[in-house]
């Protein structure tokens, strides 16, 4: 069974920076589409960036300017820059992404586990 696993994570200062990457625990085929959600203390999970496998991005209102999502195809990996970080975007971010096991295997969906961003002074 593939994992995703996340990493970047961590305690950042208003108006900071960080990078999420979210990566399969196994060699994989290729990822088709790929989104972001977080979800806060109390929150329902919301999404906040996705990327189609034409290359098209979309944002939530509320990081559009300040996030981009981007795949590496050569790693298979799956990336959140997240720019002039607000105490607002503070959660647990979690990649989800549809891949290709090998070459001829199925699409299927899969959750990462998750990585808590905090943004605070």
């Known amino acids: 069974q593939v994992q995703l696993v996340e990493s970047g994570g961590g305690l950042v200062q208003p108006g900071g920076s960080l990078r999420l990457s979210c990566s399969a625990s196994?060699?994989?085929?290729?990822?088709?589409?790929a989104a972001w959600y977080r979800q806060a203390p109390g929150n329902l999970r919301e999404w906040v960036a996705s990327f189609t496998s034409g290359g098209a991005t979309n944002y939530a209102d509320s990081v559009k300017g300040r996030f981009d999502i981007s795949v590496d195809s050569a790693t298979n990996t799956v990336y959140l820059q997240m720019n002039s970080l607000k105490s607002e975007d503070t959660g647990v971010y979690s990649c989800n992404v549809d891949l290709r096991r090998t070459v001829s295997g199925r699409l299927r969906n899969y959750w990462g586990q998750g990585t808590q961003v905090t943004v605070s002074s």
């Open positions: 196994e060699t994989i085929f290729s990822i088709n589409n």
